[in-house]
């Protein structure tokens, strides 16, 4: 994945949202309607009650639409939809706000999308409004980040939650803290993957570095001033911190950020999840030691292809077989089939040797 620009013309969605509201469709955006109804398991649509035109139009709902991890997801979507024929609306909040992105689904609903697929700022908050789009005939999936899986078919992660955790604490250690109290930046209290992640990474450091503690954890609201002035106060008067964890891209800039104009560079350690065109900079001039995450463009191509599989009826199929054919990508591995789970494999670390080949 040798320098791959971002489009951002996946981003001029967000004006359409943000300027023209998330009320009810014109007559001329009139929901489809369907008869079929929904079991429990959020059967959703089937290949005989998809569009009548035979226009699939799949809507994919982001975190937010302001960081580049999120675009680049957004783009290897976009190479999958065009292949497969399908119209990609991929759309979402500029900030990690619950409120929008329910908007954005209940109008892709009143629209009468074919599938709607979503990564949640809250996994509760955004069940009810993919419960109402399941019910609609709709077929809903997550990616990224769950919702209750009551309200979705099947979800693609980027790795296994304790893979993510996992290697959180193994780059703390590696850092050099072996001792000491860790600060905390996460996106909200409510992320389920981040919180998940960070279980997992107490989990491993309990196990593994007894003497190292996460202390504090704090939300920045993925915005990256926040992170800092959040970072620069609690190091003010926690002289005794020796590292912070970024839960996400925009929280380990606000610290690094805030590293930086404390001259702590080297002194308090940063690592955390990474993404080049936010964190790189720190990571060559050395105030963050390391960064984890995955290969953006393959999740959102994976995405589309797990939805693929529900519009052509055979993510039952899927689900039993243990795999995800995904193409270019290979095959991937089914972790979970009773919460229909697909996963795309170990997260990667992001270091001086290797960041340059990245550009998202």
């Not at 908007?103 to 697929?117: R, V």
């Not at 190292?212 to 005794?240: G, Q």
Request: hydrophobic share 35%.
């Amino acid at each position: 994945m040798k320098k791959k620009m971002l489009s951002i013309l996946l981003a001029t969605t967000v004006c359409a949202s943000l300027l023209g509201g998330c009320g009810s469709p014109s007559s001329d955006d009139s929901a489809k309607t369907t008869t079929t109804e929904t079991d429990e398991k959020t059967e959703g649509k089937t290949p005989d009650t998809l569009s009548s035109d035979g226009d699939i139009t799949v809507g994919m709902c982001a975190k937010l639409m302001n960081d580049g991890h999120m675009l680049a997801i957004g783009e290897g979507a976009k190479v999958a939809a065009d292949e497969f024929g399908y119209t990609l609306d991929f759309n979402g909040p500029v900030q990690g706000d619950i409120t929008e992105q329910t908007d954005i689904i209940n109008q892709w609903t009143q629209k009468g999308y074919d599938a709607i697929t979503i990564s949640a700022n809250d996994a509760d908050a955004l069940t009810p409004a993919m419960e109402a789009a399941a019910k609609a005939g709709i077929l809903t999936s997550s990616w990224d980040a769950d919702i209750n899986p009551e309200a979705r078919k099947c979800m693609v992660t980027q790795a296994t939650e304790e893979g993510v955790g996992t290697k959180l604490g193994e780059e703390i250690v590696r850092s050099g803290v072996t001792s000491g109290n860790v600060l905390v930046i996460t996106s909200t209290l409510t992320a389920p993957n981040q919180s998940a992640w960070l279980e997992h990474c107490k989990n491993w450091l309990a196990e593994n570095a007894p003497d190292v503690t996460l202390v504090d954890v704090l939300p920045c609201n993925e915005d990256t001033s926040e992170a800092r002035d959040l970072t620069y106060n609690y190091l003010m008067a926690h002289k005794d911190t020796e590292a912070v964890l970024g839960m996400c891209a925009t929280g380990l800039a606000g610290a690094c950020e805030a590293i930086d104009q404390l001259s702590l560079a080297g002194e308090v350690k940063a690592t955390g999840i990474f993404v080049p065109s936010l964190n790189a900079d720190y990571l060559k001039s050395g105030t963050c030691f390391s960064g984890v995450l995955w290969d953006p463009y393959e999740l959102g191509y994976c995405t589309i292809a797990m939805v693929k599989a529900q519009i052509d009826g055979k993510i039952d199929e899927v689900l039993e077989s243990g795999e995800l054919d995904c193409g270019k990508y290979g095959k991937k591995e089914v972790i979970d089939k009773e919460k229909g789970i697909i996963c795309l494999g170990e997260p990667m670390v992001f270091t001086t040797d290797n960041v340059d080949d990245y550009d998202f």
